[in-house]
């Protein structure tokens, strides 16, 4: 919106009389302007109609205690889905390790090992589920809009995919500490389905911020697992013993 | 709890008027099924049925809230309420652009210019969409705007939200408003309710 800060002048009585002159002939002319005052307009009032929102928030109340056989399903539908992005998460991750290149400082090493991770869930579909917060969160992140998805995701903090997610967008804005949080949270939560991309990630953060001790410790642990992980971690430690 | 089962129209409308939990639960448990049943038969998800029904309870709401005192309906609630329920399907087949054409329904016993339906069905979907976008803010943006809409001033809110001054308030007033104004303008169902008003 271009015209935001005259608008709130004009609707609250404070342009000074020339402007306001100004303002009404831009008015009869300036579709856009037209528009956006209207719009204004429209957002305010829906902002100051309580009644009709507290109404709404009610009848969503009910909506969510009378749909709980539908949710069951919905969660059942879900952890399958999980399961097929997981996978195709790990795919993703494995293709680029054949194309990667032998780089050796751990900035280098940190930018050819970490790709932005795809929200590649049936996001549209899920929408009408119980951690909705989540489900937004994945769109904002698919956006890029990682401040918002953000928001989303510590809405329900203990949601592990949105904790995964969580840190994944923190290391997209450069938050490298906060991720390792996240990741870390992920990893303690025992018993999930992203402890291996968590692990992953975390060993990537400390990479990157040059704590290359506890970094070491997790790409070790993950080359020694079975998980996806593993040779990449391998060829990782390859390269960092090189660099050093 | 209530165990009555069946409500007159007038408790049913006095009942979404006031707000009353068990009138309204009754409303739901009796209508939204059947609504959904319709809605999910012409073209439509369960999703889309829950929209139509919550704009529905918007509508009849306005509608009664407009009347004042008079809450008597000519024809029974059930058939009133599926009329706009209709109503505000086919609006929404047209904005989905559904080729399925669906008949008229014609509201029993309220007159073509006792209310502008069409307008009514509007604000209530506008509030529908901006409620789904207050719900992504930042609780403090969301704070920020339910305190607008209670007519205190600028210090007195700025106080309330532990801000500095009414200038910082009104800088964060501003910045809420645009993030949701940009929401909702990249919100395809508000893109064609716009689209639509155009001749």
């Known amino acids: ?244 | 709890m209530n165990k009555k089962v069946k409500y007159e129209t007038e408790e049913i409308i006095r009942g979404i008027l006031n707000h009353d939990r068990i009138v309204i639960t009754y409303v739901y448990k009796v209508h939204f099924i059947l609504v959904k049943k319709y809605v999910t038969s012409s073209s439509g998800t369960d999703e889309d049925a829950w929209d139509v029904f919550q704009d529905a309870i918007g509508v009849v709401y306005d509608f009664f809230k407009r009347k004042d005192s008079d809450l008597s309906l000519t024809s029974s609630f059930s058939t009133f309420f599926y009329a706009v329920c209709f109503n505000i399907w086919k609006n929404q087949l047209r904005y989905k652009n559904v080729r399925r054409k669906l008949k008229d329904v014609i509201i029993e016993g309220v007159s073509e210019d006792e209310w502008d339906l069409a307008e009514i069905i509007r604000s209530n979907t506008q509030m529908r969409i901006y409620l789904k976008y207050l719900d992504m803010l930042s609780e403090e943006c969301k704070k920020t705007l339910e305190l607008v809409g209670q007519g205190l001033n600028g210090n007195e809110i700025a106080d309330e939200l532990g801000l500095g001054s009414a200038q910082a308030f009104y800088n964060k007033k501003r910045s809420c408003i645009k993030k949701i104004l940009e929401l909702i303008n990249n919100d395809p169902e508000y893109q064609n309710l716009n689209d639509y008003e155009k001749p």
């Open chain 1, 1 to 244: 919106m271009k015209n935001l800060e005259k608008i709130e002048k004009y609707v609250n009585g404070e342009l000074e009389e020339s402007d306001l002159w100004e303002f009404k002939k831009a008015l009869e002319t300036d579709v856009l302007l037209k528009n956006e005052l209207r719009q204004y307009q429209e957002v305010m009032e829906l902002a100051q109609n309580k009644e009709k929102q507290n109404l709404m928030a009610l009848l969503n109340e009910i909506h969510q205690e009378n749909e709980v056989s539908t949710k069951k399903l919905f969660l059942n539908r879900h952890k399958v889905s999980l399961i097929a992005a997981s996978i195709l998460l790990l795919f993703a991750v494995g293709g680029s390790l054949f194309l990667m290149l032998n780089r050796n400082s751990q900035e280098e090493l940190f930018a050819s090992y970490y790709s932005t991770e795809s929200a590649s869930f049936n996001v549209r579909s899920a929408s009408a589920g119980m951690d909705q917060p989540v489900m937004q969160g994945m769109q904002f992140y698919e956006l890029q809009d990682y401040n918002t998805a953000l928001d989303m995701f510590s809405k329900v903090p203990d949601n592990i995919m949105g904790r995964l997610y969580s840190g994944l967008s923190h290391i997209e804005l450069g938050e490298f500490d906060k991720a390792i949080n996240d990741f870390k949270f992920v990893i303690k939560h025992n018993d999930n389905l992203f402890i291996d991309q968590a692990e992953w990630y975390l060993a990537l953060c400390y990479l990157k911020t040059n704590q290359t001790k506890e970094a070491t410790k997790y790409f070790e642990k993950i080359a020694g697992d079975r998980g996806f992980f593993k040779t990449k971690a391998q060829k990782l430690l390859e390269d960092l013993n090189k660099s050093k």
